[in-house]
């Protein structure tokens, strides 16, 4: 069946530093990826998406890239900050009824 | 947020008894949602609603069932709990579908003994 491949599991960065999470999907449909971001103990939330007509998008520390040829995208958080630890999800969506989420990547700030 | 709440927040029953978990919305968003999450899977879709009376099965929905008489509701029955039922649901809801912002409940922990 499809899937989404998420990795790292677990990534650790001094504070100050970037993370780097990568996703891979095989659905040829999918036209959608959002990111969630899931705090302990809380619900998952929206952090930034991407669309497949566009390759990249910022939103001020967050970056998302797309490479719909080799079927991968990944999110970039620049100048992490203790309040960016939390699970990160990310997802591929191929219709208004499909979706697939990654595994998490469980992050941790280093002070 | 108060506009998706989700009941009971934590559950515990036993093996063979029905369990219903709920969901309600103040959006009036057309799509709702069923996940479980589980250590090493993320969250997985056990069915969805495009609009009320219209269900579907998602990635897991062996063992679960639903409904949605009304737009604001979407339960979640597990007719025979297993242990393997043993999970965080989360409902979500969305104006336009999963290729669009989900908003997710605060999640019910259920164990199953």
């Known amino acids: 069946g499809e899937n989404v491949e998420q990795h790292p599991s677990t990534l650790s960065v001094q504070e100050g530093d970037s993370a780097v999470i990568k996703c891979t999907y095989s659905?040829?449909?999918?036209?959608?990826f959002p990111w969630y971001k899931q705090e302990l103990g809380k619900r998952p939330q929206l952090i930034i998406d991407i669309r497949s007509n566009v390759g990249e998008k910022k939103d001020q520390r967050i970056a998302v890239t797309l490479n719909k040829t080799a079927k991968h995208f990944s999110l970039h958080i620049t100048e992490t900050q203790p309040e960016d630890s939390a699970v990160y999800f990310c997802?591929?969506?191929?219709?208004?009824?499909?979706?697939?989420f990654g595994s998490g990547t469980r992050l941790s700030i280093r002070p | 947020d108060a506009g998706i709440t989700q009941s009971p927040r934590y559950k515990i029953t036993e093996t063979g008894r029905q369990v219903t978990l709920m969901c309600h919305q103040t959006w009036s968003h057309s799509y709702m949602f069923w996940y479980r999450q589980d250590l090493g899977h993320g969250l997985r879709l056990i069915y969805y609603?495009?609009?009320?009376?219209?269900?579907d099965k998602g990635e897991v929905p062996d063992g679960y069932v639903v409904s949605r008489s009304k737009t604001e509701n979407f339960p979640l029955t597990l007719e025979s709990a297993t242990r393997s039922q043993t999970s965080v649901y989360f409902c979500?809801?969305?104006?336009?579908?999963?290729?669009?912002?989900?908003?997710f409940g605060p999640g019910t922990r259920l164990t199953v003994l």
């Open positions: 659905d040829s449909a999918s036209n959608y």
């Open positions: 979500a809801s969305s104006e336009q579908g999963a290729f669009n912002e989900q908003f």
């Open positions: 997802a591929a969506s191929s219709s208004a009824s499909k979706i697939i």
């Open positions: 609603s495009a609009a009320a009376d219209i269900t």
